[in-house]
């Protein structure tokens, strides 16, 4: 197990060690059943949703390289690149990501499939399906199985054993930001894979030859022939605009991204702890692992609906518009089990993030708090307005 | 177009066409319905005019026809009974509602002329010989007359109605799909002779019937479309008494496993791209009776999350062996991981 000490948890506070076997299926099963009611349920109102949302993507990326064209007009500058880095957001997140998780693939649409899409972004489908879908969304949170804890360059969890390495990663963090799509798409080869020698070549091989043709088109498109499209006089200022727009989506994609799994509240896990465990416990395991961003509707389609990171992870093939809606059913099952539903304004799950990764920069640090119980917040009665009577203030009518 | 590609990846210059029309749109085969024709109180043809000029097929082939209900797209096969080379381009198929069905409603009952329908392959080895048999006996059963009335305005057309018998089963006189031109063929060629055999007031139609209505069966090139159980037994009569090779045959509904319902039959795959044949046992997955077979197949985390392993299915069902369900049809694509065989299957993996 590179990287990780052996920990053996014996807090009896733990959610996962608390709960009775018979709990733990019954939650499985709740959360079952949860899953099914969706599935059944899905139809032409979920199909129009992607459907129109993949037109709006299309149309305001075409519009916005064309107004690009003038970009040596400021106004147009702007227009474009605002306009380009919304497109490319929504092509991810909402998008791309969904897609290549199955989440449409019961539309049976082979041009709406997981298996046919390509995205946006420097990563191919193929690389991603494997390291996202199948690695970090099977072992979620599992230090020393799921890189995406800290994706093999950082130590985001008091777990990891600290390395020299790590007293980088408060510059290699801002960097990750910046070029959050490459540095994505070179985890996906798997790179402690490499570095211990157990990578098959051959496979390696085939990646990088795949990376180094999705790379390419990608730097071609928006680095060489959308900026030649703009003319000799328009080709610097829109090549601009493309690396701003590229810039805009890689922060914003990485701070949304690791709001989801880094913030203090969510919970790690030991090999031996996820071991051998079942359908619940798995599910538990998702739950705990994963934290959720309280926002506006505009806000979770803008993070694709990472913002409901706890729902994404339980049902990773569930369209993410059904999120929303699921939600309340999820916190009524950790209200019943007296379990933590993880969640916290964007600002504080941020700055949590970014406190965890400069501290375990340096050597020891402990596991952060976790959240209580989810209890439902009482309904307040909104005061209506009220009028005088000899008795004092009553209730206005109507 | 290697320019336009340029700046539309990872897309397609197409999906920009059809973001303008989706009529511009060549990325897949689609069609218009023109109209819906009924032919009996049960059955319509459906006529549709392809969005891309028709390369033909032979009477008695099947086309694969895709639609979209409820923003899930179905694909079946039905018999073409269009005339291959129809002037206005059209082509159509005829469908017989099946109440508790999914597509079939949809066909007769529910479509309007202008929708889309998806056209998928041509398929389908029933079909006349090039050089035709000079006596031919078909047999037929309720909607299994699609392929049989193709054929049968193919040896029209090509003057080959020379002698020809057919036998054709259903319940009522009226129910008799194409009844009113299979009637007029019959009064008009001396060598077509149309025989029913009405189940409604008559048993079953046997083996052995036939003796009685076409003594030289034996020696006739037959054609044969109808239910299983119709089949099975006529199949059956043929290898005992007659040549095998005479009787040519068409089967419209999957043989699917008469196992246990509640936990599957357990069912045999075909591989179609790594060519590898697996038995997968009740409850085991296509994924791990492919491997055992020798198959190198995608997988990922095998628990139905990740669907890296994903196939479409050419043919067949499947069962889901965490939920039980049984699902599946041509086109779909299918996580192997979690799903076992039910009877038959073929997928493209």
């Given at each position: 197990m590179p990287g990780a000490e052996t920990f053996t948890s014996s807090d009896p506070s733990h959610p996962l060690h608390r709960l009775t076997p018979a709990q733990i299926e019954e939650i499985g099963e709740a959360f079952q059943v949860i899953g099914d009611e969706v599935r059944t349920d899905l139809g032409e109102h979920d199909a129009d949703y992607i459907r129109s949302l993949i037109q709006f993507h299309r149309r305001l990326g075409a519009l916005s390289r064309i107004v690009l064209m003038?970009?040596?007009y400021p106004p147009a500058w702007v227009l474009g690149t605002t306009g380009l880095s919304v497109a490319k957001i929504l092509e991810n997140m909402e998008i791309g990501h969904n897609i290549l998780h199955g989440q449409w693939d019961w539309m049976n649409d082979p041009n709406i499939h997981s298996s046919t899409w390509d995205w946006d972004t420097a990563s191919t489908s193929a690389a991603w399906k494997h390291s996202h879908n199948y690695l970090h969304h099977t072992y979620t949170n599992v230090v020393g199985k799921d890189k995406d804890v800290g994706y093999e360059i950082m130590r985001v969890d008091p777990k990891q054993r600290w390395e020299p390495r790590f007293l980088a990663q408060p510059v290699i963090n801002v960097f990750l930001m910046l070029f959050f799509e490459w540095g994505v798409a070179v985890h996906d080869m798997d790179i402690e894979g490499i570095k211990a020698g157990t990578k098959d070549m051959k496979q390696l091989r085939r990646e990088l030859k795949e990376f180094g043709q999705k790379a390419g088109r990608q730097i071609l498109k928006d680095y060489i022939a959308f900026p030649a499209l703009s003319g000799r006089k328009g080709f610097k200022r829109t090549l601009q605009a493309n690396i701003t727009a590229n810039l805009i989506r890689n922060v914003w994609s990485n701070a949304i991204i690791f709001c989801g799994h880094f913030p203090d509240q969510a919970y790690t896990f030991t090999e031996e702890e996820a071991a051998d465990e079942s359908r619940g416990a798995w599910y538990i395991r998702q739950l705990l692992g994963a934290a959720n961003i309280e926002g506006s509707d505009t806000f979770h389609l803008m993070s694709g609906n990472l913002s409901y990171q706890v729902e994404h992870h339980l049902f990773p093939d569930m369209p993410s518009s059904r999120y929303k809606e699921i939600a309340p059913q999820v916190k009524a099952i950790c209200e019943r089990y007296e379990l933590p539903y993880n969640t916290g304004p964007f600002g504080q799950q941020w700055l949590m993030v970014q406190r965890t990764i400069l501290r375990l920069a340096f050597p020891g640090g402990a596991p952060r708090p976790k959240a209580p119980p989810y209890v439902e917040p009482p309904a307040y009665e909104t005061p209506g307005p009220v009028v005088s009577s000899s008795a004092g203030p009553i209730p206005a009518f109507p | 177009m290697h320019a336009a590609r340029a700046i539309t990846t990872p897309l397609v210059p197409d999906d920009y066409l059809g973001l303008m029309?989706?009529?511009?749109?060549?990325?897949e085969l689609t069609g218009t319905i023109e109209r819906i024709k009924p032919e009996t109180e049960q059955a319509s043809t459906v006529v549709v005019r392809p969005n891309f000029p028709w390369p033909g097929h032979r009477p008695g082939q099947y086309l694969r026809i895709g639609a979209e209900l409820n923003g899930i797209r179905h694909w079946r096969a039905y018999s073409l009974t269009s005339d291959p080379d129809h002037p206005d381009g059209l082509v159509s198929i005829t469908v017989k509602h099946v109440e508790a069905g999914l597509m079939s409603p949809w066909f007769t009952r529910k479509v309007e002329p202008g929708a889309t329908v998806f056209l998928g392959e041509v398929e389908g080895e029933f079909r006349l010989p090039d050089r035709l048999p000079d006596r031919s006996l078909f047999i037929s059963a309720g909607s299994g007359v699609t392929p049989i009335w193709s054929m049968l305005r193919d040896l029209e057309r090509r003057g080959g109605l020379d002698d020809a018998l057919h036998v054709h089963c259903a319940r009522e006189p009226d129910q008799v799909i194409f009844g009113a031109d299979l009637r007029r063929m019959n009064s008009t060629y001396e060598g077509y002779t149309f025989h029913e055999h009405h189940t409604g007031k008559l048993p079953r139609i046997v083996p052995q019937n036939l003796d009685e209505i076409c003594p030289d069966w034996r020696d006739r090139h037959t054609f044969m479309s109808g239910p299983r159980e119709l089949m099975d037994v006529m199949e059956a009569h043929w290898k005992a008494e007659a040549d095998r090779d005479l009787l040519f045959t068409e089967r419209f509904q999957p043989i699917i496993g008469r196992g246990d319902a509640d936990v599957g039959s357990g069912g045999t795959v075909s591989f179609r791209v790594t060519d590898v044949e697996a038995t997968c046992d009740v409850g085991v997955s296509i994924l791990v009776g492919g491997e055992q077979a020798g198959a190198l197949l995608p997988f990922g985390c095998r628990l139905g999350i990740c669907h890296t392993c994903v196939g479409r299915l050419h043919s067949g069902q499947v069962r889901d062996v965490r939920t039980g369900e049984l699902h599946g049809e041509q086109g779909q694509t299918v996580r192997t991981c979690v799903n076992a065989p039910e009877g038959h299957v073929e997928i493209e993996l």
């Open positions: 003038a970009s040596r | 029309n989706p009529a511009w749109s060549a990325r």
